[in-house]
């Protein structure tokens, strides 16, 4: 298939700066269109980050590639990185508005060994022990290839493993039977906490009756992580250009055409990997097969050391509740707290004061020292969840050289690096003994009541209210 289109080699970047335009806080996938040059979100991220590395600028004029990746996330990024690096593969690289600008900036930086919404008693449940042991290898395998590449960036690594807190005694027996499920059947060193034992050795949240401690788990500033992948794909021969969404692309002569606004980008293969932030109707691979969800975060202001006593912030341990619609909360490195958790159903209505009232709430809740304490940062982003709550990396049409990799649910700060080596490797044409998996071997699914997604949310999300707080 890769012969019968011609391609000339790819000269040097046209000399050019990205022009910036604002940030659109209501920006909504499912229905704005990508967006060009935006710049980012507000988050604390983005203000201690330093400057970003440079960029190739916009795509001005026909380019002939041999790989194109579209989004430079964390996914696109480490795809490049893997194509150069072990297949001398010099990738072009398509982002929309500015580098690393959509969840890569915005998500609460927990890197876990997990990828996905479910549980691994649920791997068990859906495919059976066997397949549940190699899903768990490989994603295993995927969290060690993650902590060498945090190893080799300056991005705040905060180890020390993740805590699942308890917010209702009720959930003890749920988080009881993952730690045994963790021990016997994968080889986890999981274990039980009591509420005095979390609060002598962790923290004191006011609500955790109880948590488990897993042991893999590194909380890391996202953004300078992915400013080192950037860093090092360039350095590699990796061409970066921002500002240039993809409007839209066709097959052609073996290959693929994408269209942007200032020129057409040629490729042998294509990969998207674009995550919450991908808009309908540019690849109809993707329409429908994505639940975005928007994940709102604040951090405060720095905490004296005695305002960290008073709360019972003994650890920079990151932390999740057992809730549906669960908090997600961490000391960062310079004494602020970052607390996270779901937000607005639609992208319009992001803004509305409520949703960060709702993540004060949580913090009083937890911490009742820290009510009222300033807040220095606040932001949303969408978080691509697959309808069946488990990431996909595949080629969902054989018959067509276009890949992608999506569906983190959250859970893509870490699994992404493996997703993006998993599909460079795909597209190079590499055998593995992993192409079998359920996260490789099918299209994300579709859902016959997508177009009514938002309707199906927010009743949703009033069964998880009533569920995880009353019943």
């Given at each position: 298939?890769?012969?019968?289109?011609?391609?000339?080699?790819?000269?040097?970047?046209?000399?050019?700066?990205?022009?910036?335009?604002?940030?659109?806080?209501?920006?909504?996938?499912?229905?704005?269109?990508?967006?060009?040059?935006?710049?980012?979100?507000?988050?604390?991220?983005?203000?201690?980050?330093?400057?970003?590395?440079?960029?190739?600028?916009?795509?001005?004029?026909?380019?002939?590639?041999?790989?194109?990746?579209?989004?430079?996330?964390?996914?696109?990024?480490?795809?490049?990185?893997?194509?150069?690096?072990?297949?001398?593969?010099?990738?072009?690289?398509?982002?929309?508005?500015?580098?690393?600008?959509?969840?890569?900036?915005?998500?609460?930086?927990?890197?876990?060994?997990?990828?996905?919404?479910?549980?691994?008693?649920?791997?068990?449940?859906?495919?059976?022990?066997?397949?549940?042991?190699?899903?768990?290898?490989?994603?295993?395998?995927?969290?060690?290839?993650?902590?060498?590449?945090?190893?080799?960036?300056?991005?705040?690594?905060?180890?020390?493993?993740?805590?699942?807190?308890?917010?209702?005694?009720?959930?003890?027996?749920?988080?009881?039977?993952?730690?045994?499920?963790?021990r016997e059947v994968f080889g986890y060193d999981a274990r039980m906490l009591s509420r005095e034992e979390l609060r002598e050795r962790y923290v004191y949240d006011r609500e955790a009756v109880g948590a488990m401690h897993e042991p893999d788990g590194v909380g890391v500033h996202p953004l300078k992580l992915a400013y080192g992948y950037m860093r090092q794909a360039r350095a590699l021969g990796v061409r970066i250009h921002p500002g240039s969404p993809v409007l839209g692309w066709r097959a052609e002569n073996g290959g693929v055409r994408l269209q942007t606004p200032n020129g057409y980008v040629r490729a042998r293969r294509v990969a998207f990997a674009t995550g919450g932030y991908t808009a309908?109707?540019?690849?109809?691979?993707?329409?429908?097969?994505?639940?975005?969800?928007?994940?709102?975060?604040?951090?405060?202001?720095?905490?004296?050391?005695?305002?960290?006593?008073?709360?019972?912030?003994?650890?920079?341990?990151?932390?999740?509740?057992?809730?549906?619609?669960?908090?997600?909360?961490?000391?960062?490195?310079?004494?602020?707290?970052?607390?996270?958790?779901?937000?607005?159903?639609?992208?319009?209505?992001?803004?509305?004061?409520?949703?960060?009232?709702?993540?004060?709430?949580?913090?009083?809740?937890?911490?009742?020292?820290?009510?009222?304490?300033?807040?220095?940062?606040?932001?949303?982003?969408?978080?691509?969840?697959?309808?069946?709550?488990?990431?996909?990396?595949?080629?969902?049409?054989?018959?067509?050289?276009?890949?992608?990799?999506?569906?983190?649910?959250?859970?893509?700060?870490?699994?992404?690096?493996?997703?993006?080596?998993?599909?460079?490797?795909?597209?190079?044409?590499?055998?593995?003994?992993?192409?079998?998996?359920?996260?490789?071997?099918?299209?994300?699914?579709?859902?016959?009541?997508?177009?009514?997604?938002?309707?199906?949310?927010?009743?949703?999300?009033?069964?998880?209210?009533?569920?995880?707080?009353?019943?």
């Amino acid at each position: 298939m890769d012969t019968q289109m011609s391609f000339q080699p790819v000269g040097p970047a046209p000399a050019g700066r990205t022009a910036i335009s604002a940030y659109n806080p209501a920006y909504d996938p499912l229905v704005s269109p990508p967006g060009r040059g935006q710049d980012y979100a507000p988050t604390y991220w983005v203000a201690t980050a330093g400057e970003p590395p440079e960029d190739d600028g916009p795509v001005n004029g026909d380019i002939d590639a041999d790989v194109v990746i579209v989004g430079s996330g964390f996914t696109g990024l480490s795809a490049a990185l893997t194509l150069a690096r072990d297949f001398g593969v010099k990738a072009v690289v398509l982002e929309a508005n500015r580098a690393v600008w959509g969840c890569t900036s915005r998500n609460g930086g927990q890197g876990q060994n997990a990828s996905g919404r479910l549980y691994r008693s649920q791997w068990i449940a859906r495919w059976g022990l066997a397949t549940a042991k190699r899903l768990d290898a490989e994603i295993r395998e995927g969290f060690e290839y993650w902590k060498s590449l945090v190893a080799q960036v300056d991005c705040d690594a905060q180890p020390g493993g993740h805590l699942y807190t308890a917010h209702r005694q009720k959930k003890m027996a749920f988080l009881e039977n993952e730690a045994r499920v963790m021990r016997e059947v994968f080889g986890y060193d999981a274990r039980m906490l009591s509420r005095e034992e979390l609060r002598e050795r962790y923290v004191y949240d006011r609500e955790a009756v109880g948590a488990m401690h897993e042991p893999d788990g590194v909380g890391v500033h996202p953004l300078k992580l992915a400013y080192g992948y950037m860093r090092q794909a360039r350095a590699l021969g990796v061409r970066i250009h921002p500002g240039s969404p993809v409007l839209g692309w066709r097959a052609e002569n073996g290959g693929v055409r994408l269209q942007t606004p200032n020129g057409y980008v040629r490729a042998r293969r294509v990969a998207f990997a674009t995550g919450g932030y991908t808009a309908q109707g540019v690849n109809r691979l993707l329409d429908n097969r994505i639940m975005p969800v928007l994940s709102n975060s604040l951090v405060t202001r720095v905490l004296t050391p005695a305002e960290r006593d008073a709360a019972g912030l003994k650890s920079t341990v990151f932390i999740t509740d057992t809730r549906t619609l669960r908090f997600y909360y961490r000391l960062l490195p310079d004494g602020r707290m970052q607390i996270g958790s779901r937000s607005a159903l639609r992208g319009a209505d992001a803004q509305h004061p409520r949703h960060l009232a709702l993540l004060r709430e949580g913090l009083a809740r937890k911490f009742p020292t820290l009510a009222g304490v300033d807040v220095d940062y606040s932001w949303w982003g969408w978080v691509d969840v697959s309808h069946d709550m488990m990431p996909r990396v595949t080629q969902p049409d054989p018959a067509q050289p276009v890949y992608y990799a999506f569906g983190y649910g959250g859970n893509g700060v870490a699994f992404s690096a493996h997703a993006g080596k998993r599909l460079a490797q795909r597209m190079m044409g590499k055998d593995g003994v992993a192409w079998d998996l359920p996260i490789y071997d099918s299209p994300l699914p579709g859902h016959m009541f997508a177009p009514f997604r938002r309707l199906g949310q927010g009743l949703l999300y009033r069964w998880y209210y009533l569920r995880d707080e009353v019943l």
